[in-house]
Structures are given as C-alpha cells and as structure tokens.
C-alpha cells in the first residue's frame, strides 16, 4: 500500500509531468486563461487518462508483446487514443451538454496532448503492473490538473500587471512557468 | 495562392518559424534542448517525419473523405514515426535513447498534424515538400540555437550530433556552470525569453 502512496506523491509532485517531465505544454498554455476552462480540462483529461492507460497496457501485454508486435506500439497507442476522444465527446455531448459546450474546441485536443500518449507509453517503459498503471494514470493528470488550476489563478494575476510588449501572452507566460516549474523542483526532496 | 518554392520553404525559416511564431509543438522544445545533440538529433528525426507525411497526405488529399480526415493523417504520421523509430533503433542507437519517448511523442505533435491539415490538404507535392522542408528545418534551428545556448551556460559542454565529439569547459575550465539553465524550469524562462527576443526582432 505505501508503494502505491509513494508513486502517487511522485506523480503529482515530484515527477509532475508538466512542469518536470514537460508533457502536455500545448492546452497548457492555451486554455489556462481562465479558472473554468482549465478545471474543466483537468476533469476531461484525467477521465480520458484512466481509460487510454488501462486500454492501451492491457493491449500492451495481451496483443503486442505475447505476438512480438511491438513496433506497433505507437499506432496502436494513438488509435485507441483518438477513438477514446470522440467517444469521450458523444458521451459527454448526451450526459453533459454544458460541460461539452464549455469545453469546445479543447476536447479533440486532447488527442494530441502529448501527456495522454506520454502517459500511456511511460507506463509501458517501466513495466508497471496494472495497478501500478491505475495509479498513475489517475495521477499523472491529477497533477497535471494541478498545475494546470495553480498556473489560471497565476495567468489571470498576471493580467492585471503592466506587462512590457514583447513579453507579453505567451512569453511571459512561459517565465511564469518556469517560476512554478521551480516551486515544484522543490518537491525532490520529499521522495 | 500560386506561391513559389522558394516562398514556401522560407517562410518556415523564419516568418512561421515553429516553435517561436507558430507557437506549437513546446514539449520536445522544453525537453530536449539540453544537449545540442538531442536538439539537432530531434530536429533531423521530425524533419524526416514531417516530409514523408506532407508528401503522402498531399498525394491523397482529394482521396480522403471529409469526416475522417484527422484519423487518416493520425494513422499515416504514425506509420512514418513507427518507421523513423525502428530507423534509428538499427542505426542511430545511442540518439535513439537519449531521446527516449519523445520519438514516439513525433505523432501528437501539434506541428506535424497542423501542417498536414492547414497545408498539405490543400496543395500540391511540390509545395508542401517546400513546406515541411522549411519548417522542419527552421524547427531544427530553433532547438539547436536553444539547446547551444542552455548547454553552453548552463553545463559548460557542447555535444555535437551524430560526430562522436564533444568539447567540454566551452568557456573556459574556471567557469561555474549556471544548472538552472539546464533543468526543468530553465527550460520554461529561456523559451520565453527567446520568445521575447524574436517578438523584440519581429517588430523592427
């Protein structure tokens, strides 16, 4: 049990994978202009994560390494993840429409969030069991939501100061990031 | 929009350079410009992608019907990614696991879709060859010119690709390496300052 605690602490925090891992910076810097967009990516993201990592270990371990299929590894991953998405997004579209509409343009993003396909293959190169996967697909983009949610409040302080031009969007955006990139670096030394 | 070769090709270099004006395709920018050597590595290995891909989906875009489009650009970039991976696997090992998973990560950068769909779609061989020529190899400038300048200040060393040489105390052996540059949020500040810098160039 204190396995699994500690390889939840070290995905959340220690091994963040935005801010330490530097996966999944693309919705990162796009939809964290506001609070609701950016929780509302978390949700998505985290839901996503759970069912493309235990899919895409189960096909993994029952399809690709008993056949010697391993080089189609990568097409696999991203089939499953691209097929998850849309049906992600139907589901979403009949259960919770205004989740759906405020989510918009992000949700099919997220097929190209390199966290999702860097989640699903980090868990195939250090062999985790599917416990193990569970785990860290839940909080890989827990953490991930996290940085996202404290990286919003972040951006929407930094709207209200005077920003010199060439710095300003994105640019500055970045630095702020490494700020928190910086807090985190903290955490190596908690595991 | 009859534009030339020429114009094609140098607007990735420079105009649209990828990642600075195209602000798209951050992770291996971020993760991989710690060595120039992983840098130019990386640049060469989504160079090949981006070209192969651009030239098939160029050559299929009358083929592919509307709805299911982004699924057949997914499928053929992934296709070319598993063919540069087993590349490199057979001849570029030791690149090849210094890179580590960013090889695969080739299919879901945002560059390579996005060229395919804004570009490739809608014109001809010829010009979208022109295109992922340009972009990828201004890509491949732009993280070497990163990874030159995180690797100089901030480990004292520079690794060149695919030579094996590398010169150790670049600035002279009395010279404290700067770390922070080479870690992760080093990573995040110089990107944006070199954001600031090329926004500075743009308006001149």
């Given at each position: ?191 | 929009?009859?534009k030339?070769f020429?114009?094609e090709f140098?607007?990735g ?37 981006l070209i192969l891909s651009n030239i098939l989906i160029s050559m299929l875009r ?53 060229r395919a769909?804004a570009f490739a779609a809608k014109n001809r061989v010829m010009l979208s060859i022109a295109d992922a020529l340009g972009m990828g ?68």
């Open positions: 049990m204190g396995d699994y605690f500690l390889l939840a602490i070290s995905c959340i925090f220690v091994n963040n994978i935005l801010l330490a891992q530097y996966l999944g910076n693309c919705p990162f810097l796009g939809v964290s202009k506001k609070m609701e967009t950016a929780t509302g990516m978390a949700m998505a993201v985290i839901f996503v994560l759970v069912l493309a990592g235990s899919i895409t270990w189960a096909i993994s371990h029952f399809i690709l390494k008993p056949f010697d299929l391993e080089y189609l590894q990568t097409l696999s991953f991203i089939l499953v993840i691209a097929s998850l998405v849309s049906f992600v997004e139907l589901f979403l579209k009949k259960s919770i429409p205004a989740l759906y509409s405020g989510l918009g343009i992000f949700l099919p993003l997220i097929t190209t969030n390199c966290a999702v396909m860097g989640v699903c293959l980090i868990n195939i190169k250090e062999d985790y069991s599917f416990l193990q996967t569970l785990v860290s697909s839940f909080t890989y983009p827990a953490g991930f939501g996290l940085a996202l949610v404290l990286y919003a409040g972040l951006r929407e302080r930094i709207l209200l100061a005077r920003v010199p031009k060439p710095l300003q969007d994105t640019a500055i955006g970045l630095v702020g990031a490494g700020m928190m990139s910086l807090a985190f670096m903290a955490f190596k030394g908690m595991a | 929009m009859a030339s020429v114009q140098t607007k270099l420079w105009a649209e350079i990828p990642p600075f004006r195209l602000v798209l395709g951050l992770c291996p920018t971020l993760a991989l410009t710690k060595s120039l050597e992983n840098g130019i590595g990386m640049g060469v290995a989504f160079t090949f992608v009358n083929v592919i019907p509307k709805q299911v489009r982004l699924s057949c650009y997914i499928i053929v970039i992934a296709t070319f990614v598993t063919i540069v991976e087993l590349l490199m696997q057979a001849y570029a090992f030791p690149l090849y696991q210094k890179l580590g998973i960013f090889i695969p990560l080739i299919v879901v950068n945002c560059i390579v879709l996005g769909e190899i201004g890509y491949t400038l732009a993280l070497g010119a990163l990874a030159a300048f995180r690797e100089i200040f901030g480990a004292g060393t520079l690794t060149f690709p695919f030579i094996n040489y590398s010169i150790h105390n670049v600035l002279g052996a009395s010279y404290k390496p700067f770390v922070f540059l080479v870690e992760a949020p080093g990573a995040f500040v110089c990107l944006g300052l070199m954001l600031c810098v090329m926004n500075m160039l743009g308006r001149k």
